[in-house]
Protein backbone atom coordinates (compact mmCIF):
# COMPACT_ATOMS: atom_id res chain seq x y z
CA UNK A 1 0.00 0.00 0.00
CA UNK A 2 1.29 3.36 -0.89
CA UNK A 3 0.37 6.03 0.85
CA UNK A 4 1.48 10.37 -0.39
CA UNK A 5 0.81 12.92 1.67
CA UNK A 6 0.66 16.44 0.60
CA UNK A 7 -0.08 20.07 1.01
CA UNK A 8 2.25 20.91 3.56
CA UNK A 9 4.17 24.41 3.62
CA UNK A 10 4.60 27.76 5.41
CA UNK A 11 1.70 28.83 7.36
CA UNK A 12 0.97 31.96 9.51
CA UNK A 13 0.02 31.70 12.90
CA UNK A 14 -3.82 31.58 13.32
CA UNK A 15 -4.22 30.58 9.71
CA UNK A 16 -5.57 26.98 8.64
CA UNK A 17 -4.16 23.83 6.54
CA UNK A 18 -5.67 21.25 4.49
CA UNK A 19 -3.38 17.90 3.91
CA UNK A 20 -4.10 15.24 1.59
CA UNK A 21 -3.31 11.69 1.57
CA UNK A 22 -3.59 9.82 -1.67
CA UNK A 23 -3.36 6.46 -2.62
CA UNK A 24 -3.89 3.90 -5.23
CA UNK A 25 -5.86 1.49 -3.49
CA UNK A 26 -9.73 1.63 -2.77
CA UNK A 27 -10.92 3.27 1.00
CA UNK A 28 -12.38 0.74 1.44
CA UNK A 29 -9.83 -1.86 1.98
CA UNK A 30 -8.61 -0.09 5.09
CA UNK A 31 -10.01 -0.41 8.57
CA UNK A 32 -9.32 3.18 9.22
CA UNK A 33 -7.33 6.16 7.72
CA UNK A 34 -5.54 8.54 9.71
CA UNK A 35 -2.68 11.45 10.80
CA UNK A 36 0.02 11.63 12.74
CA UNK A 37 2.84 14.24 13.11
CA UNK A 38 6.47 14.28 14.65
CA UNK A 39 7.87 17.93 15.58
CA UNK A 40 12.17 18.23 15.89
CA UNK A 41 13.07 16.46 18.50
CA UNK A 42 10.14 14.93 19.55
CA UNK A 43 8.13 11.39 19.02
CA UNK A 44 5.43 11.14 16.58
CA UNK A 45 1.89 12.33 18.11
CA UNK A 46 -1.66 10.70 16.64
CA UNK A 47 -3.53 13.59 15.82
CA UNK A 48 -6.82 11.09 14.79
CA UNK A 49 -8.76 9.09 12.11
CA UNK A 50 -11.69 8.45 10.14
CA UNK A 51 -12.54 5.08 10.75
CA UNK A 52 -14.24 2.70 7.69
CA UNK A 53 -18.00 3.79 9.03
CA UNK A 54 -17.04 7.51 8.45
CA UNK A 55 -17.23 8.23 12.44
CA UNK A 56 -13.81 10.46 13.67
CA UNK A 57 -11.80 10.20 16.76
CA UNK A 58 -9.42 12.58 17.56
CA UNK A 59 -6.56 12.97 20.01
CA UNK A 60 -7.43 15.81 23.43
CA UNK A 61 -4.37 18.15 22.42
CA UNK A 62 -5.89 18.98 18.83
CA UNK A 63 -9.46 17.76 19.45
CA UNK A 64 -11.79 21.41 17.96
CA UNK A 65 -9.50 22.26 15.34
CA UNK A 66 -8.85 19.79 13.91
CA UNK A 67 -11.00 17.41 11.12
CA UNK A 68 -10.65 14.17 9.34
CA UNK A 69 -12.56 13.47 6.04
CA UNK A 70 -12.22 11.66 2.95
CA UNK A 71 -13.36 11.80 -0.63
CA UNK A 72 -13.47 7.82 -1.77
CA UNK A 73 -13.56 8.58 -5.66
CA UNK A 74 -10.46 10.27 -5.43
CA UNK A 75 -9.35 7.99 -2.73
CA UNK A 76 -8.08 10.86 -0.65
CA UNK A 77 -8.16 11.40 2.91
CA UNK A 78 -7.53 15.16 4.95
CA UNK A 79 -6.44 16.58 7.56
CA UNK A 80 -8.12 20.38 8.00
CA UNK A 81 -6.51 22.51 10.90
CA UNK A 82 -7.35 25.87 11.94
CA UNK A 83 -5.86 27.99 14.15
CA UNK A 84 -2.56 27.07 13.38
CA UNK A 85 0.20 27.69 16.21
CA UNK A 86 4.14 27.58 16.03
CA UNK A 87 3.66 24.94 17.99
CA UNK A 88 2.27 23.02 15.49
CA UNK A 89 5.33 23.13 13.35
CA UNK A 90 6.16 19.44 12.58
CA UNK A 91 6.46 16.76 9.55
CA UNK A 92 2.67 15.32 9.06
CA UNK A 93 2.22 11.74 8.29
CA UNK A 94 -0.82 10.29 6.81
CA UNK A 95 -1.64 6.27 7.98
CA UNK A 96 -3.66 3.79 6.64
CA UNK A 97 -4.58 0.24 8.85
CA UNK A 98 -5.12 -2.97 6.98
CA UNK A 99 -5.74 -5.57 9.49
CA UNK A 100 -3.30 -4.78 12.17
CA UNK A 101 -1.14 -3.38 9.74
CA UNK A 102 -0.33 0.30 9.45
CA UNK A 103 1.28 2.01 6.63
CA UNK A 104 2.68 4.85 6.62
CA UNK A 105 3.05 7.85 4.11
CA UNK A 106 6.04 9.80 3.74
CA UNK A 107 5.31 13.13 5.12
CA UNK A 108 5.17 16.53 4.47
CA UNK A 109 6.68 19.80 6.59
CA UNK A 110 4.61 22.13 8.26
CA UNK A 111 5.75 24.98 9.21
CA UNK A 112 3.87 27.83 11.41
CA UNK A 113 5.42 30.74 11.83
CA UNK A 114 4.69 33.19 14.72
Known amino acids: VQLQASGGGLVQAGGSLRLACTTS????????MGWYRQAPGKEREFIGR???????DYAESVKGRVTISRTNAKKQWYLTMENLEPEDTATYYC?????????WGQGTLVTVSS
Open 25 to 32: ASLSRFKS
Open 50 to 56: IIANGMT
Open 95 to 103: SAAVGATLF
